[in-house]
């Protein structure tokens, strides 16, 4: 889908796709092993390797909207994305999220936080990657620093 076809689209359809887009990503770099999950263990990626990340996600839902710790986490780690050129989006149903990232009862904890990274032996190329990486180049020009995203329900 090229930047014309995004543009175009109404605000539903776009936020539809958007989201189908994401969890298709999420799928793949999950297959590709190329996911970190959680709040510390993303900025310890972060401060590591800040080359190999290639999009974030974050994570809130009303249970932690109060929670200043996570707040102050999130945002130190908008400030290193925007920083670094990173793409990321927010999301509102921690639960979904952390369904479709991990199998790991331990994971559902944290999942306030995932990072799609690019593997050392070389960049694995998906197209829901490029498209979301254009709706965040989108929603920044019209001001939206980190645009909100519906995950698609099961």
Aim: aromatic fraction near 6%; charge should be negative; glycine fraction near 2%.
């Amino acid at each position: 889908m090229t930047l014309e076809e995004v543009l175009i689209q109404k605000p539903t359809e776009r936020a539809q796709c958007t989201g189908q887009a994401l969890e298709e990503v999420l799928v793949s770099a999950k297959d590709n092993d190329s996911l970190t999950v959680g709040v510390y263990e993303c900025a310890k990626v972060m401060n590591l390797d800040p080359d190999s990340v290639s999009f974030c996600v974050l994570a809130v839902d009303e249970e932690f909207e109060c929670d200043i710790a996570l707040q102050i986490h999130f945002t130190l780690i908008q400030s290193f994305c925007f920083d670094n050129d990173i793409s990321i989006v927010r999301v509102s149903d921690v639960q979904r999220l952390a369904e479709i990232v991990g199998d790991k009862a331990e994971q559902l904890e944290d999942a306030h936080c995932v990072l799609i990274t690019n593997p050392a032996e070389g960049s694995w190329q998906d197209p829901a990657l490029e498209k979301l990486h254009l709706f965040c180049e989108e929603s920044r020009r019209l001001n939206d620093w980190v645009p909100e995203i519906s995950l698609p329900e099961r």
